[in-house]
Nanobody, 115 residues
Framework: QVQLVESGGGLVQPGGSLRLSCAAS????????MGWYRQAPGKQRELVAA???????NYRDSVKGRFTISRDKNKNTVYLQMNSLKPEDTAVYYC?????????WGTGTLVTVSS
């Protein structure tokens, strides 16, 4: 079993910043990728950013230039630095880890961007 624990969500004003963290533990052998999805009320879950085993990153277009994904391989932890936040970034953010073609999920952390 793999456990993912997210932290760092909260309420922030438009233009502000937040940093999300996700720590993985348990039966971790060979991580293919880690990253973040988000789901806004009434919308489908969407990929925000991911980082592969080799360190390659990809972002959805709407967050490019504002969000940065990084990781600490020694700690099996992935981070999402979110700058210049917009109200449309409001969502529950879910961490994921892909290992052996299986996705594991965190329980989510709420990010609310509002004045």
């Amino acid at each position: 079993q793999v456990q993912l624990v997210e932290s760092g969500g909260g309420l922030v004003q438009p233009g502000g910043s937040l940093r999300l963290s996700c720590a993985a533990s348990g039966s971790i052998f060979s991580i293919n990728a880690m990253g973040w999805y988000r789901q806004a009320p009434g919308k489908q879950r969407e990929l925000v950013a991911a980082i592969s085993r080799g360190g390659s990153t990809n972002y959805r277009d709407s967050v490019k230039g504002r969000f940065t994904i990084s990781r600490d391989k020694n700690k099996n932890t992935v981070y999402l630095q979110m700058n210049s936040l917009k109200p449309e970034d409001t969502a529950v953010y879910y961490c994921f880890l892909n290992q052996k073609n299986t996705n594991y999920w965190g329980t989510g952390t709420l990010v609310t961007v509002s004045s």
